[in-house]
């Protein structure tokens, strides 16, 4: 039998002081993952909440056999990509925004100005270079090499063979490489 999950362990132990445990130990990594993927400090806002909203709400609902057999950063990841495919979908249906209107992603005040100006001219571009790769393509390379989760994770994340993780992986790397030497 398998070692149960340690924040699955702190979860089965108090729902409440466990999802503390859940949300600490995995908040930096879902963010991340949603800048990524979002390309919008905003956005990824969002998206975080919203899917530790619906891991709690799922949690709630969970038995103790089932709370003990989590991955939990699998699952918060599935749940992060269910939400983000969500958002998008809702995004397609409506007219897009007046930019005007769109707020100005806020900088963390404690970053050295020139430090942060270099990080975010860096992750401006690879987000708009990520915000062109097909869906697919876009979540298996940052499941893989912005999150580090293993082929098989993502597997289970984007409930895709392993095979065809590795090929997204691939081809998406391919096309970034192609967009990123077209500039």
Known sequence: ???IDPVARALLDDLDEGF???YAAYRNLVFSTALRLSGRWACAEDLTA???LRAYQALAGYDSDRIAALQSRAWLMTILM???RNAV???SR???PDLRDEP???VDPGQDVEAAAVRRETGDELAELLGRLPEEQRAAVVLRHVVDLPVSEIATVLKIPQGTVKSHVSRGLQRLRALGGAR
Do not use: I
């Open 20 to 22: 503390a445990e859940m």
């Open 94 to 96: 409506k007219p897009p």
């Open 50 to 52: 919203e899917a530790f």
């Open 82 to 84: 269910n939400v983000w």
């Open 1 to 3: 039998m398998n070692a």
């Open 89 to 91: 979908r809702t995004k």
């Open 104 to 106: 100005v992603d806020a």
